[in-house]
């Protein structure tokens, strides 16, 4: 699996866009690029997941270059219940998935 | 309820005592992982199941970590001769099938602590 390589920390403040860069340097050709978000005491929730380009759900944006090397997870006017730990996985299969520490957002009001 | 079930959600414990943890994944879903979680870090991949079969356990931190599933349904995480350094909080997840490209879906975990 390729390892991924993202800020330990971020600060934000209502209504901005976010954005979370995460480094995927080794990424392989049937690999996805999937972010997942954490809150305090529950575990991890699927928020989107691409392969190239761009892609867009009701919650998000990712953004992934041509070269696939990195990807960008763009959180549109985050509110205070944004504040969570965002893990950026890369990967085939799900065998000995590596989630990393994450990028802990933390939203101010 | 649709969601993945743990449970217990917490128990504390004496040292060298054998815990069982349980996981009730989303019906349907044919694939079923376990993952530690230590105190402010990440998820740290234990096992995963397809239907009752568990391909790879080396992920199981030693030999006193084991894993069962029947009726690809529930699954049991057991730990014999708990020590310290396994108090985390154990997460489960299930998917519709394995691999990347399907989500998975969480529990709220089993939080762990030995005394």
């Known amino acids: 699996l390729a390892k991924t390589t993202q800020p330990i920390s971020m600060d934000s403040y209502e209504g901005q866009e976010v954005n979370i860069t995460c480094s995927h340097n080794?990424?392989?050709?049937?690999?996805?690029i999937t972010w997942y978000q954490q809150f305090p005491s529950q575990g991890p929730r699927f928020i989107i997941q691409?392969?190239?380009t761009k892609v867009t759900n009701e919650v998000a944006s990712l953004f992934i270059p041509a070269d696939r090397k990195s990807s960008t997870l763009s959180l549109p006017r985050v509110s205070l219940s944004d504040t969570a730990v965002y893990y950026c996985?890369?990967?085939?299969?799900?065998?000995?998935?590596?989630f990393g520490t994450g990028t802990r957002l933390q939203v101010f009001p | 309820g649709a969601g993945v079930s743990q449970s217990p959600s917490n128990k504390v414990t004496e040292k060298g005592k054998d815990v069982e943890l349980r996981c009730d994944p989303i019906?349907?879903?044919?694939?079923l992982y376990w993952y530690r979680q230590r105190l402010g870090q990440g998820l740290e991949f234990l096992i995963y199941?397809?239907?009752?079969?568990?391909?790879?356990k080396s992920g199981l931190p030693s030999d006193r970590f084991s894993a069962e599933r029947t009726g690809e349904s529930v699954s049991t995480l057991t730990i014999q001769r708990t020590q310290q350094e396994d108090s985390a909080v154990y997460l489960c997840?299930?998917?519709?099938?394995?691999?990347?490209?399907?989500?998975?879906?969480f529990g709220d975990g089993t939080r762990l602590s030995i005394l």
């Open positions: 997840a299930s998917s519709l099938i394995q691999g990347l490209a399907e989500p998975q879906h």
């Open positions: 080794n990424i392989a050709t049937n690999d996805y």
């Open positions: 691409g392969y190239k």
């Open positions: 996985l890369v990967g085939d299969t799900t065998d000995k998935l590596i």
């Open positions: 019906s349907g879903h044919t694939a």
């Open positions: 199941f397809q239907g009752n079969s568990a391909p790879d």
